[in-house]
Structure formats: structure tokens, C-alpha cells
């Protein structure tokens, strides 16, 4: 028998699939709500404990709620912008975090949000737009846009994952002309997952199907050890679990997946804490098929 023996050891990875109805613990990077800032102020330092900064083009000076505001409302704990070119100053601002340096040795992905709100004007209704970048602002992914009359709106980027370190930028452009108060409620890089380089799986082909080896180089007692499979585009769900007892002191365990589904199938070890806690490890890309060799790869975190 022709065998194929991949063995790993992984990092954890972010997924938008559910995990056998099992919740992430959330991770908060950074998060500004404007509440704890002075009035007018046009940058300041989130409320995350992590002391990072954010700032804006706004222009010194621009706090008069007859006229141009450009920064703090504490009164209503948001960052406003109104009659931006009153003062002579541009038409368009921008909000926008500090470099925040996330390591991928800590984590692995993480959600950005971005609430903003209006007031309403029936003339030059105002705009914003929404960017974020994980190179330094060498290049952007658009989160979206939105102008007129809208209320408000949450804009999401869910599961933002990578494989190398990151520099996250999240930017705001407003643009406004008119009376209409264009609001910045609450900016959140947040449900992160910690990353784990203790968690490994070794698999290999065993007859029409495959067996996998799972081991921790962390003694822990309590919470389970579960083994999931997806096919194709369809969630992860648990094939297997194991006590985390039965896994300390780097005590290695098995399964045998029989019979698996033809075609790719992304196989990974998911630790559950007391909790609700949850490391990941690394995907394992599997394809049968009718050819003598099964395939074997590693997808990290591009699941």
C-alpha cells in the first residue's frame, strides 16, 4: 500500500464557519466610542488598554456647532463632522486609527467595524467611505460607502485573516457641506483569535480513507479536543472528539476517517475550553480521487 505521511506543526487559523454552534471568544485590538474623550477633540487614544492612537485631518480649530465642527461631541460621545468647508478648510476629512502592528504570532484574524450615522439634510447630503489596509496604507481594501439620507449603518469586514505579520490601518473619509450631522459612533478591531503554535495533526492515507494523529504540546485537563471536517464550500462540523485529558504530556491520539467524501475536504483540530475558549490549528487540505496519490497540502489560513 502506497502511503502519503504529512506531518505539522500548526499555527491557528480564522474561519467564518460555524464550529459545531460553538462561539468564539472575542479578542478586542482596539475599539473608540468617543465616550472618555474631551469635547473637540481631534484625536485622541482608544479605549481598548492597549493606548493605541487615532487622529484626523480635521482642521485646528473647528468646534463651533453654528458652523464647522470637526472633531469630539461629548455631549453625545461621537465624532462629528459638519460644514467641513466653512472655515476655508476642505470639504473632505479623514479619521483614521495609527499603524497598529498585529503579529501573527498572537493572532490570526479579527473583525473591523465601523458605525457611522446622519442626521439629515435635504441639500448637499454628505458621504463617507470606509478603507482599511494591513500593509501600512500601501494598499486599501474597501469596506464600503454610503451617502444621503441613510441613518445609520455598521459597516463589518468579517474574518480578516493572514498568514504573516500585519499593519492595520482603519480609515474614515467624510465629506459634508451642508448642515447635515454626519456622525463617526464607534470604530472596533475585534473578535480576534489568539493564535496557538502547541496544537499539531499529522495525517496520512490508510486504505480508502485516512487517519489522523492529534497531539498538543499544552497539558490541559479540562475541555474537549474536537476533530472537523468540511467538504468543499460547506462548514466545519466535528467527525471526532477527544477529553483534554487524553491528550497532556504530548500523549498523542486518532482517528480513523473510513470513508471519507470524494473530492477536496479540509480537515483541522479545534481545542474547546471551559470557557468557551477555542484554538485552531492549521488546515489540511485532502483530495481523493480516482489517481493512485491522494494529495496533501497546507492551506494555513486561507480557508
Known sequence: MHALYFKLTLATVLVSCSVSSLSVSAQTIFTENFDTELDCAQSGIDNSGNSYTWSSTCQSGDCNPSSTFCGVDQGFGNFEFKNLDDNGGPDTVRWMTQTIPVAVADYIGFDISVDVQEFGSTTFPGYFEVNYSLDDGATWVFMGSIGGNFGQIDFVATDVTFTTDVNVIVEVTATN???QVMVLNEVT?????????????????????????????????????????????????SIHDWPARELVARQTVSYHDLHPPHGLQQYRLVYYGPEGQERYSETILYRSEESADDIFTVTGNQV
Open 177 to 179: 457641506l451642508s448642515n
Open 189 to 237: 478591531i475585534g473578535n480576534a483569535v489568539l493564535s496557538d503554535q502547541n496544537l499539531s495533526l499529522t495525517v496520512a492515507r490508510r486504505g480508502t480513507g485516512v487517519e489522523l494523529f492529534a497531539s498538543s504540546s499544552t497539558d490541559v485537563h479540562e475541555g474537549r479536543y474536537l476533530l472537523q471536517r468540511a467538504t468543499a464550500d460547506r462548514e466545519f462540523l
